[in-house]
């Protein structure tokens, strides 16, 4: 019988909201990041959780559990490219329990046009070292790879367009 929920976070967050939310509601929080500043914070905030220090860009690493009720990699997609995003999608499908979710939080857009206004709009702002999630790209690969993925928008782009600075003229 499974006593405790066990969720998986990527990229421990500089709150720690949601993984302190589920920390008092009785789960197993384990949380991976590059950075051990990061970590620090989160044994901060979560001082029973398990900490591991990895490159995600190198695959999940060793000494997890072997499947988890909830996998939520929080804003880290972005520093990978589609091929890595792909493997690491696979490996945390294949990592959940008969009835766990994978929810990833992204910024993503669903056509390349899309992704190139929003960034013309963003002018410097933009970080070009991040990766964008593009759906039209990214559903067809996740499909062949065995998947039932589909893309509901949420029009963050649109809020992000809109609230573009007007010109002075
Ligand atoms: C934008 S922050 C997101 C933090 C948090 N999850 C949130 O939602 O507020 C990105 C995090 O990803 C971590 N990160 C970046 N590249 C990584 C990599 N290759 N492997 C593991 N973690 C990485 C950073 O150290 C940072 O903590």
Redesign the pocket.
């Known amino acids: 019988m499974r006593v405790r929920s066990t969720v998986l976070?990527?990229?421990?967050?500089?709150?720690g909201n949601l993984s302190t939310r589920r920390a008092l509601a009785g789960w197993e929080i384990w949380e991976?990041?590059?950075?051990r500043n990061?970590l620090r914070r989160a044994r901060a905030k979560l001082p029973a959780a398990h900490l591991l220090e990895?490159?995600?860009?190198s695959g999940l690493p060793d000494g997890r559990p072997e499947s988890f009720d909830r996998i939520v990699p929080?804003?880290?997609f972005q520093?990978?490219g589609d091929p890595t995003k792909i493997d690491l999608i696979l490996q945390m499908t294949a990592s959940l329990t008969d009835r766990g979710l994978l929810l990833v939080?992204s910024i993503a857009f669903e056509t390349d046009a899309q992704l190139f206004s929003v960034r013309e709009s963003a002018g410097e702002t933009w970080d070009l070292s991040e990766h964008g999630w593009v759906a039209n790209r990214m559903i067809p690969s996740l499909i062949e790879k065995g998947l039932a993925v589909r893309f509901e928008p949420f029009p963050i782009a649109e809020a992000l367009s809109s609230s573009a600075p007007e010109s002075d003229g």
């Open positions: 976070s990527m990229s421990t967050s500089r709150t991976i990041d590059l950075s990061m990895a490159d995600l860009s929080g804003y880290v520093h990978f939080t």
